[in-house]
């Protein structure tokens, strides 16, 4: 028997292996700056390696190994993984060029591609459906606490080494290699649909039966396209927000990551801790509310957005983005629950890598991209002011998000009902 306080413990255990996560990802953006003018590289070339070198591997590597999970011990592939990306960012202190450390860099995504999907499946099995946006909001603060580490602990290394970005990489990897061991020995590996006291077969549904599943499903298919543009809004303002408040506010890197460092890890881990808990609530009485609440906190966060990137006091601009922060990160939990909700039991984890796959391709590698493609098509006009209006380009876009949301919210009753009986709805494709 699986006790409550031991379903506690695992979830803390992978919160900590997704800050951890978070941290060796997130790290690369605090050091744009000392990389750029080492090599003697473009902002998009830049935005190429936090964004696109990252993510496409890490999206790629993640259908198959998400495939093993479906089969396999997700605790070990965990602990797999968090060794491989460890290892991969301590070695990235050693690259002598631009292409080792590109090549570095894709070692780190594939190795953090053994991650969320197999948490993801392990959460669901230990939490059930009442309790399970809680359980993956809870679990999302590692985003966010793991970004707050790598620019608080990144903005106190960057003062301290000067240029040297390589010493803070070695530092940073290296606690990875021991809460590998802690995964390994200390998580048990749940029977697949314990949570909900269901049976599921030996085999897992193939890959094309698991994506001909989701993608019948209109509920779904709005909830990634919605996740997608938000993620593309989130991931452009992560990577290149310590970049804006140095060029834009010339700010001390100390200073920029201790700010960084509160608002997106007290900002977002409020924004998900919220959003799971109020989407556990309202989806109670209506389930079409899990996808309606996200979309009026994304309406709601667009505002702040144009405040924080348009004022030209460092002060309203961090107060506004703090609070644009936690409203843009409220459709996390929800976006990560419905996911495994709608999938049936013997596809969490590859409706998981699915998930995250198209989402972070998108967020994560076109997002950085964007931004620093934007910055250097528009630096002849408006020079190191330029980084403003490339994040205004990509925060508009959550507008998009918001409207999937609400599409999504008109067929999510139907197709969560439909689940374990038939096809997914057909409304409103």
Same mark, same amino acid.
């Given at each position: 028997?699986?006790?409550?306080?031991?379903?506690?413990?695992?979830?803390?255990?992978?919160?900590?292996?997704?800050?951890?996560?978070?941290?060796?990802?997130?790290?690369?953006?605090?050091?744009?700056?000392?990389?750029?003018?080492?090599?003697?590289?473009?902002?998009?070339?830049?935005?190429?390696?936090?964004?696109?070198?990252?993510?496409?591997?890490?999206?790629?590597?993640?259908?198959?190994?998400?495939?093993?999970?479906?089969?396999?011990?997700?605790?070990?592939?965990?602990?797999?993984?968090?060794?491989?990306?460890?290892?991969?960012?301590?070695?990235?202190?050693?690259?002598?060029?631009?292409?080792?450390?590109?090549?570095?860099?894709?070692?780190?995504?594939?190795?953090?591609?053994?991650?969320?999907?197999?948490?993801?499946?392990?959460?669901?099995?230990?939490?059930?459906?009442?309790?399970?946006?809680?359980?993956?909001?809870?679990?999302?603060?590692?985003?966010?606490?793991?970004?707050?580490?790598?620019?608080?602990?990144?903005?106190?290394?960057?003062?301290?080494?000067?240029?040297?970005?390589?010493?803070?990489?070695?530092?940073?990897?290296?606690?990875?290699?021991?809460?590998?061991?802690?995964?390994?020995?200390?998580?048990?590996?749940?029977?697949?649909?314990?949570?909900?006291?269901?049976?599921?077969?030996?085999?897992?549904?193939?890959?094309?039966?698991?994506?001909?599943?989701?993608?019948?499903?209109?509920?779904?298919?709005?909830?990634?396209?919605?996740?997608?543009?938000?993620?593309?809004?989130?991931?452009?303002?992560?990577?290149?927000?310590?970049?804006?408040?140095?060029?834009?506010?010339?700010?001390?890197?100390?200073?920029?990551?201790?700010?960084?460092?509160?608002?997106?890890? !007290?900002?977002?881990?409020?924004?998900?801790?919220?959003? &799971? *808990? /109020?989407?556990?609530?309202? %989806?109670? =009485?209506?389930? @079409?509310?899990?996808?309606?609440?996200?979309?009026?906190?994304?309406?709601?966060?667009?505002?702040?957005?144009?405040?924080?990137?348009?004022?030209?006091?460092?002060?309203?601009?961090?107060?506004?983005?703090?609070?644009?922060?936690?409203?843009?990160?409220?459709?996390?939990?929800?976006?990560?629950?419905?996911?495994?909700?709608?999938?049936?039991?013997?596809?969490?984890?590859?409706?998981?890598?699915?998930?995250?796959?198209?989402?972070?391709?998108?967020?994560?590698?076109?997002?950085?991209?964007?931004?620093?493609?934007?910055?250097?098509?528009?630096?002849?006009?408006?020079?190191?002011?330029?980084?403003?209006?490339? !994040?205004?380009?990509?925060?508009?876009?959550?507008?998009? &998000? *918001? /409207?999937?949301?609400?599409? %999504?919210? =008109?067929?999510? @009753?139907?197709?969560?009902?439909?689940?374990?009986?038939?096809?997914?709805?057909?409304?409103?494709?």
């Amino acid at each position: 028997v699986i006790t409550s306080a031991y379903s506690n413990y695992v979830l803390a255990v992978l919160f900590v292996v997704y800050v951890i996560n978070f941290v060796d990802r997130q790290i690369l953006s605090v050091f744009i700056g000392p990389i750029k003018q080492e090599f003697g590289v473009s902002d998009t070339v830049m935005g190429l390696l936090v964004g696109f070198a990252f993510a496409l591997f890490y999206t790629i590597a993640g259908i198959p190994i998400a495939r093993w999970a479906d089969r396999g011990n997700r605790r070990s592939i965990i602990a797999l993984g968090l060794a491989v990306w460890s290892a991969m960012t301590v070695w990235c202190g050693y690259a002598r060029s631009f292409g080792q450390l590109a090549l570095l860099r894709v070692g780190v995504g594939v190795g953090e591609a053994a991650g969320s999907p197999p948490a993801h499946s392990l959460i669901s099995d230990y939490f059930p459906p009442s309790k399970r946006a809680t359980a993956m909001g809870i679990y999302a603060w590692g985003v966010y606490i793991g970004s707050a580490l790598a620019y608080l602990g990144g903005g106190y290394l960057r003062e301290q080494f000067a240029e040297d970005w390589r010493t803070p990489f070695i530092l940073l990897g290296l606690p990875g290699l021991l809460i590998a061991l802690v995964v390994r020995f200390t998580v048990k590996e749940p029977p697949r649909g314990y949570s909900e006291k269901s049976v599921v077969s030996s085999e897992p549904s193939t890959f094309r039966e698991t994506l001909n599943y989701l993608f019948s499903c209109p509920s779904w298919r709005n909830l990634v396209a919605g996740s997608c543009f938000l993620s593309l809004m989130g991931y452009g303002v992560l990577m290149w927000g310590y970049e804006f408040f140095g060029r834009v506010h010339h700010m001390a890197p100390m200073e920029i990551g201790l700010w960084m460092a509160a608002i997106v890890g !007290l900002g977002g881990s409020l924004g998900t801790f919220a959003g &799971g *808990a /109020i989407t556990d609530r309202l %989806s109670q =009485r209506d389930p @079409a509310w899990a996808m309606r609440f996200p979309a009026r906190a994304t309406w709601a966060c667009l505002p702040f957005a144009f405040v924080f990137l348009l004022s030209d006091s460092s002060e309203i601009a961090m107060i506004s983005f703090f609070v644009f922060y936690v409203l843009a990160n409220m459709y996390v939990p929800a976006m990560h629950s419905l996911n495994q909700n709608l999938a049936r039991l013997s596809m969490r984890a590859t409706a998981a890598a699915i998930l995250l796959f198209v989402v972070n391709l998108v967020g994560a590698g076109f997002g950085p991209l964007l931004v620093g493609v934007m910055n250097d098509l528009y630096a002849p006009y408006w020079g190191e002011q330029s980084i403003r209006y490339s !994040l205004l380009s990509v925060s508009v876009m959550g507008v998009l &998000g *918001a /409207i999937y949301f609400q599409r %999504s919210s =008109r067929t999510l @009753a139907d197709d969560l009902s439909s689940r374990d009986r038939g096809s997914p709805s057909e409304g409103a494709r």
